[in-house]
């Protein structure tokens, strides 16, 4: 089954961390950019971070230096690691694969203040 699964969202303190995970199936995982977007209530989906098939990372300005993304190609997985969080990070976390051009379903973080 071609799919993408997000897990590790929760409800976390501001100033906490949570470590988000992408599992993929059913694509060449290895040979996909992998990016996590991310979309707030009322707000456009935004693009936080891109992992390459290279390993090269780029981030958006609201979170380089509290996020990084990392992937292991042994396990199809990739990875969003969220430290220093604050209640403007609260939104549901999406990771899309760029070659397969495939979405997952969403896992929402949520930063209490």
């Known amino acids: 089954q071609v799919q993408l699964v997000e897990s590790g969202g929760g409800l976390v303190q501001a100033g906490g961390s949570l470590r988000l995970s992408c599992k993929a199936s059913g694509i060449i995982f290895e040979i996909n950019a992998m990016n996590w977007y991310r979309q707030a209530p009322g707000k456009q989906r935004e693009l936080v971070a891109t992992?390459?098939?290279?390993?090269?990372?780029n981030y958006a300005d609201s979170v380089k230096g509290r996020f990084t993304i990392s992937r292991d190609n042994a396990k199809n997985t990739a990875y969003l690691q969220l430290n220093s969080l604050k209640p403007e990070d609260t939104a549901v976390y999406y990771c899309?694969?760029?070659?397969?051009?495939?979405w997952g379903q969403g896992t929402q973080v949520t930063v209490s203040s």
């Open positions: 899309y694969a760029g070659r397969a051009r495939l």
């Open positions: 992992i390459t098939s290279t390993g090269s990372e």
